[in-house]
């Protein structure tokens, strides 16, 4: 049975990755934060008491600023696969704490691969990378797109995809990135633009709030669907050699496309519930970053089958039920009839 170590496994990515490894009959190790309160709702359905015989998901405290934690982990685990998707990874928060984002984002990220290297059990590494690191370059991006990071949580980022390489070439540690574009699901935390509009929008409907306050809507995106980019993430560790990869849909939308999408989805007109707050205005944007991933088409065989409009029905769907509302429908057909198989559990 092979073992998998996951920082991050409490968010919306770790959460869909550790379901999808247990799936695939993995041990699973998460690295969860120390709180005085539960942090683990997203793992809940699939967490089974480690004194139990048939358990196969192990939580451990720890803290990527911690690097004598960090490395125990590693050497006591000894995890044939490591994916490190913990960091701070909210871009407009990373204004207001730039040191704390660049200390778990980058150096989190150095006392991993410092923690592999010394373990001597040579595992394979997957960094989560991010878009973001392109910034204002050219789009679309590809994996020979210069950087160009427009935030601190972007700048953490681009030192953290550079160490993993400089790794892998100094050290021949089994590394990649998976540069990810905007992957969103209804597990996506609820600070995040389209997890705020569906969000937003369900209150509304529920009588609970009157409007959704947002900042810029003329930024695009390239929004893909969460659980097919864990997937990719576990293909990735799968290839015979290292590599770095862009993944994303190639098409990008604006914020108020988002938002048009997902009030009309209600019958509701996004005008008169939307208010702008410069309070979430970055002080650097990027404005429209959309992936070139010919390279994961080639290499991984992969094509992403949700589209834009099939995600903001999902999310809508999803956040209408959570509140006790009938949902629509349109996002559980699409779940369904993409998904026949699906492998992950309730959202």
Known sequence: MKKALITGITGQDGSYLAELLLNKDYEVHGIIRRASTFNT?????????????????????GDLSDA?????????????????????????????????????????????LEAVRRSGNNPKFYQASSSE??????????????????????????????????YRDGYKIFASNGILFNHESPRRGETFVTRKITRGISLILA?????????????????????????????????????DYVLGTGQS????????????????????????DSRYLRPTEVEN??????????QLNWQPKI???????????????????KPIGGGDKIIKEKFPDRWWGVD
């Open 289 to 298: 970053i959309v992936a070139d991933i010919r390279k994961a088409q080639n």
């Open 133 to 166: 690191m392109f910034g204002i370059s050219p789009f679309p991006q590809s994996e020979n797109t210069p950087f160009c990071p427009r935030s601190p949580y972007a700048c953490a980022k681009v030192y953290a995809f550079w160490m993993v390489k400089n």
């Open 207 to 243: 009588k609970k709030q009157d409007c959704i306050y947002l900042g810029n809507l003329e930024a695009k995106r390239d929004w893909g669907y969460a659980p097919e980019y864990v997937e990719v993430m576990w293909k990735i560790l799968q290839q015979d050699n290292p590599d």
């Open 41 to 61: 709702s997203r793992i809940d359905h699939i967490y089974v008491d480690p004194h139990k015989a048939k358990a196969r998901l192990f939580l451990h405290y």
């Open 253 to 276: 939308h604006l914020v108020k496309e988002f938002l048009q999408e997902a009030f009309s989805y209600v019958g509701l007109d996004w005008e008169k519930y939307v208010k702008i």
């Open 307 to 325: 589209g834009f409009k099939d995600i903001v029905k999902i999310m809508v769907d999803a956040d209408m039920r959570k509140l006790g509302l």
């Open 68 to 112: 004598e934690q960090i490395s125990n982990i590693v050497y006591n685990i000894k995890p044939d696969e490591i994916y490190h998707l913990g960091a701070q990874s909210h871009v407009r928060v990373s204004f207001d704490i730039p040191e704390y984002t660049g200390n778990t984002t980058a150096l989190g990220t150095v006392r991993l």
